[in-house]
């Protein structure tokens, strides 16, 4: 009831004289603060951990009933599985261009126990006082502090893009304005797991998906804390290796320098595949490889340079890539290493040798690499450096055959993507930001991270674009989880501007 009430609240029409549209959704957002961050508390109080799907039912089915509040035509898309999407359509008429608005609404696993406070679903409103964050009460009259954060998990990866754009619809209906482009949504909720089901689901409804383009409202803003449109994002795919040693445990006094050891060997094995300074090391690993092109080179290097903060910030005394800046970086592949495991340290440490270690590893991709063919380079990798590779746990006759044996699991691939930034829906969102911006919004051609664009552009062949409006400080995937008030603030700013000026500025192509 609470929730439903704060809603026909932030919808009673305003009347504002005399101001720019943009000045009336703002004006109406400042008196209606409080309920607006209370829908957003209350969004975010319902558990998403990708593998609980009983709790994934509960957000899917809350979204379908936010989006009918707005008059969105909303339903379940879902191939018998659960999570399904939550697809909306709002029709503008007279509109002759269609976008669909992505955002997920599945998150990151937790750990209670790390998070302050100790309720990762408990959404709690805070201001820093010095290095720390003070828990405040959400208020119910006047205006937030921008600065202060809200923390759940989903605040800010990605629950916050979904508020944003039910609330841009909102104050454009409260406002008397109207979108002038036809708008559909698109909320996944295996974002988080490999988007299992997602490629099945796109080619069954590739007729009631059909669009001009797709805006994928995730990730954070610039570390400027400067909006942002992204042209491209890295494709991922994550293996898991296990190297053998004795079947038990063995001193390392009586055995140590005979008896090999898993944890030398897997620390040889991860050190050959990449140097300390980023390269690659897997023979023909880069053949794949384009080049950033001298258009988005000068891209990146218009950005505004944040890397001696962020080295400061994170107590970093050198960074990989000769001194290369970051977004140069993230421009090229990458190999890391998300875990190593072998034996124990401290005080549970013992004079012994294991049985086996075990390494973790992502890798990042750039256009025209598949997972197919890095996994296909390491394996070939692994051989050629005197590795037996198996892809079940190794067998007795195989251990005792082989001086070095590692079991490979491979995870799911996505492939990189990216639009040229001369695309028309590419020209019409940064044409629309920049004017709402009164300044040029910033172009980045990548993203350091991934998402299943890939399978949207192969599917549908339509064109991409990321828009997010997280803090880039919002520790998503980590504990504590944020999202800064202010960003919500852009975001809703954002979405009403792009729902009601990205086609005028869309260059309309002659036959």
Same mark, same amino acid.
């Given at each position: 009831m609470r929730a439903r009430a704060a809603v026909f609240g932030l919808l009673l029409p305003v009347v504002i004289t005399g101001q720019s549209a943009r000045d009336q959704i !703002?004006?109406? !957002?400042?008196?209606?603060? @409080? $309920?607006?961050? $209370?829908?957003f508390a209350d969004f975010l109080k319902i558990p998403n951990v990708a593998a609980d799907t009983q709790n994934l039912r509960r957000n899917a089915t809350e979204i379908v009933a936010m989006l009918a509040r707005r008059g969105v035509d909303a339903r379940l898309l879902t191939n018998g599985a659960w999570p399904p999407v939550v697809y909306g359509e709002l029709k503008a008429p007279g509109a002759t261009r269609t976008i669909v608005l992505y955002a997920h609404y599945d998150g990151q696993p937790v750990d209670a126990k790390e998070w302050k406070g100790g309720a990762p679903f408990t959404p709690t409103l805070r201001d820093q006082r010095g290095s720390d964050w003070v828990d405040i009460p959400f208020p119910t009259t006047g205006r937030l502090n921008p600065e202060s954060r809200i923390f759940a998990r989903g605040a800010g990866d990605d629950k916050a893009p979904i508020t944003a754009i039910l609330t841009a619809l909102d104050a454009l209906k409260a406002t008397g304005q109207r979108p002038t482009i036809n708008l559909k949504f698109f909320f996944e909720g295996e974002e988080e797991s490999n988007s299992a089901h997602l490629e099945g689901l796109l080619q069954r409804n590739a007729n009631l998906l059909r669009a001009d383009a797709w805006l994928f409202c995730d990730s954070p803003v610039h570390s400027s804390r400067q909006m942002q449109v992204v042209y491209g994002v890295r494709g991922a795919m994550g293996l898991e290796l296990t190297v053998y040693g004795p079947t038990r445990a063995m001193h390392s006094g009586h055995y140590g320098n005979w008896v090999p050891n898993p944890g030398i060997l897997v620390a040889e094995l991860v050190t050959s595949l990449r140097n300390a300074d980023g390269r690659i090391l897997i023979k023909d690993f880069y053949d794949d490889v384009v080049p950033p092109t001298p258009a988005e080179l000068k891209a990146v290097r218009a950005l505004p340079n944040t890397d001696a903060a962020i080295r400061q910030d994170l107590l970093i005394g050198a960074t990989e890539g000769n001194g290369a800046l970051l977004a140069e970086r993230i421009m090229l592949p990458g190999l890391n290493i998300r875990g190593l495991k072998v034996g124990q340290v401290e005080g549970l440490a013992a004079n012994a040798i294991a049985t086996e270690a075990k390494a973790s590893i992502d890798?990042? %991709?750039? @256009?025209?690499?598949? @997972?197919e063919r890095i996994r296909a380079l390491v394996e070939a990798h692994l051989n050629a450096t005197g590795w037996f590779v198996t892809h079940a746990a190794a067998t007795d006759a195989e251990r005792l055959a082989h001086p070095k044996v590692v079991r490979v699991t491979w995870g799911g691939g996505d492939e990189a993507s990216r639009v040229q930034q001369d695309e028309p829906v590419a020209v019409a969102l940064a044409g629309t930001l920049d004017e709402l911006l009164g300044k040029p919004v %910033?172009? %980045? @051609?990548?993203m350091g991270g991934s998402l299943p664009t890939h399978l949207f552009e192969r599917t549908l062949h339509v064109p991409l674009i990321v828009f997010p409006i997280a803090n880039h400080d919002d520790n998503q995937h980590a504990k504590d989880e944020n999202l800064r008030i202010q960003n919500l603030w852009d975001g809703i700013d954002a979405f009403a501007a792009i729902m009601t000026r990205m086609d005028t500025k869309w260059p309309r192509v002659v036959p």
């Amino acid at each position: 009831m609470r929730a439903r009430a704060a809603v026909f609240g932030l919808l009673l029409p305003v009347v504002i004289t005399g101001q720019s549209a943009r000045d009336q959704i !703002r004006q109406w !957002r400042e008196a209606r603060e @409080p $309920q607006i961050v $209370q829908e957003f508390a209350d969004f975010l109080k319902i558990p998403n951990v990708a593998a609980d799907t009983q709790n994934l039912r509960r957000n899917a089915t809350e979204i379908v009933a936010m989006l009918a509040r707005r008059g969105v035509d909303a339903r379940l898309l879902t191939n018998g599985a659960w999570p399904p999407v939550v697809y909306g359509e709002l029709k503008a008429p007279g509109a002759t261009r269609t976008i669909v608005l992505y955002a997920h609404y599945d998150g990151q696993p937790v750990d209670a126990k790390e998070w302050k406070g100790g309720a990762p679903f408990t959404p709690t409103l805070r201001d820093q006082r010095g290095s720390d964050w003070v828990d405040i009460p959400f208020p119910t009259t006047g205006r937030l502090n921008p600065e202060s954060r809200i923390f759940a998990r989903g605040a800010g990866d990605d629950k916050a893009p979904i508020t944003a754009i039910l609330t841009a619809l909102d104050a454009l209906k409260a406002t008397g304005q109207r979108p002038t482009i036809n708008l559909k949504f698109f909320f996944e909720g295996e974002e988080e797991s490999n988007s299992a089901h997602l490629e099945g689901l796109l080619q069954r409804n590739a007729n009631l998906l059909r669009a001009d383009a797709w805006l994928f409202c995730d990730s954070p803003v610039h570390s400027s804390r400067q909006m942002q449109v992204v042209y491209g994002v890295r494709g991922a795919m994550g293996l898991e290796l296990t190297v053998y040693g004795p079947t038990r445990a063995m001193h390392s006094g009586h055995y140590g320098n005979w008896v090999p050891n898993p944890g030398i060997l897997v620390a040889e094995l991860v050190t050959s595949l990449r140097n300390a300074d980023g390269r690659i090391l897997i023979k023909d690993f880069y053949d794949d490889v384009v080049p950033p092109t001298p258009a988005e080179l000068k891209a990146v290097r218009a950005l505004p340079n944040t890397d001696a903060a962020i080295r400061q910030d994170l107590l970093i005394g050198a960074t990989e890539g000769n001194g290369a800046l970051l977004a140069e970086r993230i421009m090229l592949p990458g190999l890391n290493i998300r875990g190593l495991k072998v034996g124990q340290v401290e005080g549970l440490a013992a004079n012994a040798i294991a049985t086996e270690a075990k390494a973790s590893i992502d890798f990042r %991709l750039v @256009p025209k690499q598949t @997972p197919e063919r890095i996994r296909a380079l390491v394996e070939a990798h692994l051989n050629a450096t005197g590795w037996f590779v198996t892809h079940a746990a190794a067998t007795d006759a195989e251990r005792l055959a082989h001086p070095k044996v590692v079991r490979v699991t491979w995870g799911g691939g996505d492939e990189a993507s990216r639009v040229q930034q001369d695309e028309p829906v590419a020209v019409a969102l940064a044409g629309t930001l920049d004017e709402l911006l009164g300044k040029p919004v %910033l172009r %980045l @051609p990548t993203m350091g991270g991934s998402l299943p664009t890939h399978l949207f552009e192969r599917t549908l062949h339509v064109p991409l674009i990321v828009f997010p409006i997280a803090n880039h400080d919002d520790n998503q995937h980590a504990k504590d989880e944020n999202l800064r008030i202010q960003n919500l603030w852009d975001g809703i700013d954002a979405f009403a501007a792009i729902m009601t000026r990205m086609d005028t500025k869309w260059p309309r192509v002659v036959p």
